[in-house]
């Protein structure tokens, strides 16, 4: 059989990778010397691996990220309480596994926005889907989509997102109808779905933000239960965490 009407056919068949694959094949002097088996595995590892990185690609697009940021780049030299052996752990995505949160606060500068999409940005790689959100501007498309009349739908996909950020969280207080909506998206996410929060108000603070105490009791309960909390000033808070995850990771 003709090698191009199977080129012709992988095309058709959308496997893009496999068809350039084997033209490259084609035209390599030596490759005879390879077995059928292991010259089928390179075109089957060319298809796969390139799938993979559109669809990382792809999620990466969605994520929204602010900042190009990843786990790896990540400075321990400078003193702002970032606990190497904790970031490790966290790197292993088992937190969103789990269906834990985190909490990250710190002032201006220290870091958090850049470690919450890092965080999110491993997450895209493991295969997680991913959303980024500035909570002022967040607040401000949830009252658009009442109006659109697509409150609902927005809702159902932010459900479904396995990391939402919400960065940038207590700037203003939320008034009933705001914390309302921020109740109802952490219920359909809790304990099921993942929540980075970046603040610069530490949580023991975080009832403050919310003007009415039955809801802001709901929230914070919602917000806090199974997260991490990392402060970026304190090192005594992550060496606790620290030994939370280590356990864990340990007893899985």
Not at 124 to 150: D, M, Q, W
Request: proline share 2%; aromatic share 6%; net charge neutral.
């Amino acid at each position: 059989m003709l090698t191009y009407p199977i080129i012709d056919q992988l095309r058709g068949l959308k496997l893009y990778a496999m068809a350039s694959c084997l033209e490259e094949q084609m035209k390599m002097k030596d490759i005879l010397k390879f077995s059928f088996e292991d010259r089928l595995g390179m075109l089957v590892d060319r298809e796969t691996i390139t799938r993979s990185n559109r669809q990382i690609t792809r999620r990466l697009s969605k994520a929204n990220l602010k900042i190009n940021a990843c786990m790896e780049d990540i400075d321990y030299k400078v003193q702002r309480g970032i606990d190497r052996s904790l970031m490790m752990g966290l790197a292993s995505c088992r937190w969103v596994h789990d269906h834990r949160g985190i909490i990250l606060t710190g002032p201006t500068g220290s870091g958090k926005t850049w470690i919450a999409c890092a965080l999110a940005h491993k997450a895209c790689l493991e295969g997680y889907s991913t959303l980024y959100k500035r909570v002022p501007n967040f607040l401000r498309e949830i009252e658009a989509s009442r109006e659109l009349g697509t409150y609902d739908k927005l809702m159902t996909k932010l459900s479904k997102t396995d990391v939402i950020v919400l960065d940038d969280w207590g700037l203003e207080k939320l008034n009933q109808r705001q914390s309302l909506a921020i109740l109802e998206l952490l219920e359909d996410r809790y304990n099921v779905r993942s929540t980075i929060v970046a603040s610069q108000i530490p949580p023991d603070k975080f009832y403050a933000t919310i003007k009415d105490p039955t809801i802001a009791d709901a929230i914070v309960d919602r917000l806090l239960n199974s997260s991490y909390k990392i402060d970026l000033n304190t090192e005594e808070s992550l060496r606790g965490m620290t030994t939370d995850l280590t356990e864990e990771t340990g007893n899985n």
